[in-house]
T-cell receptor, first 113, second 113 residues
Framework: QQQVRQSPQSLTVWEGETAILNCSYE??????FPWYQQFPGEGPALLIA?????DKKEDGGFTIFFNKREKNLSLHIKDSQPGDSATYFC????????????FGDGTQLVVKP | SVLLYQKPNRDICQSGTSLKIQCVAD?????MFWYQQFQEQSLMLMAT?????????ESGFTKDKFPISRPNLTFSTLTVNNARPGDSSIYFC??????????FGPGTRLTVL
């Protein structure tokens, strides 16, 4: 059973639009949710993360909206730029340094100029 | 944060041979993780390696096929034994600092002919 699901699989937006990437999870014990950004030929880079005690986290043009009751979250990329074109992975874990992180299958974002 | 370096960054080998991938962290870390990623797909956790103990392997990955060493707190190696074309993928080492944040190396792209 997949622990973390992402949608859509791919997304194309125009420059300046807000891209919305969705994520849902199975285990209600998860309480730490990082998003990773991966460019072709590079390793995933930690972009932004949220703990389940919060319902929103902002960092620059990236915002996570979190709904604990529905067990889903979304990453909003405001004013998308072509340089934001990458694959975005949602992940989840129990908030303990010893616990593994479960990754979704990723959303491939293309921002057209 | 933790900076991770991998060597080689890419390799091409013949079926049936073995190859070794090295990972070095810029600071001491308790756990190192190895992931496999096929083209444009998600990250599969292969194993967790703690210093001075046997690595713990996830379902589908074995010690005989992917032996991992962890001789100290900054270093780990992943060996791919009896390489097959199906092993062609990108291999990432990963680690956490004292918090929950998990970081990835740049990856080693392996092609098995």
């Amino acid at each position: 059973q997949q622990q973390v699901r992402q949608s859509p699989q791919s997304l194309t937006v125009w420059e300046g639009e807000t891209a919305i990437l969705n994520c849902s999870y199975e285990n209600s014990a998860f309480d730490y949710f990082p998003w990773y950004q991966q460019f072709p030929g590079e390793g995933p880079a930690l972009l932004i993360a949220i703990r389940s005690v919060s319902d929103k986290k902002e960092d620059g043009g990236f915002t996570i909206f979190f709904n604990k009751r529905e067990k889903n979250l979304s990453l909003h990329i405001k004013d998308s730029q072509p340089g934001d074109s990458a694959t975005y992975f949602c992940a989840a874990s129990k908030g303990n340094n010893n616990n593994r992180i479960f990754f979704g299958d990723g959303t491939q974002l293309v921002v057209k100029p | 944060s933790v900076l991770l370096y991998q060597k080689p960054n890419r390799d091409i080998c013949q079926s049936g041979t073995s190859l070794k991938i090295q990972c070095v962290a810029d600071s001491q870390v308790v756990s190192m993780f190895w992931y496999q990623q096929f083209q444009e797909q998600s990250l599969m956790l292969m194993a967790t390696a703690n210093e001075g103990s046997e690595a713990t392997y996830e379902s589908g990955f074995t010690k005989d096929k992917f032996p991992i060493s962890r001789p100290n707190l900054t270093f780990s190696t992943l060996t791919v034994n009896n390489a097959r074309p199906g092993d062609s993928s990108i291999y990432f080492c990963s680690s956490r600092d004292r918090g929950l944040e998990q970081y990835f190396g740049p990856g080693t792209r392996l092609t098995v002919l």
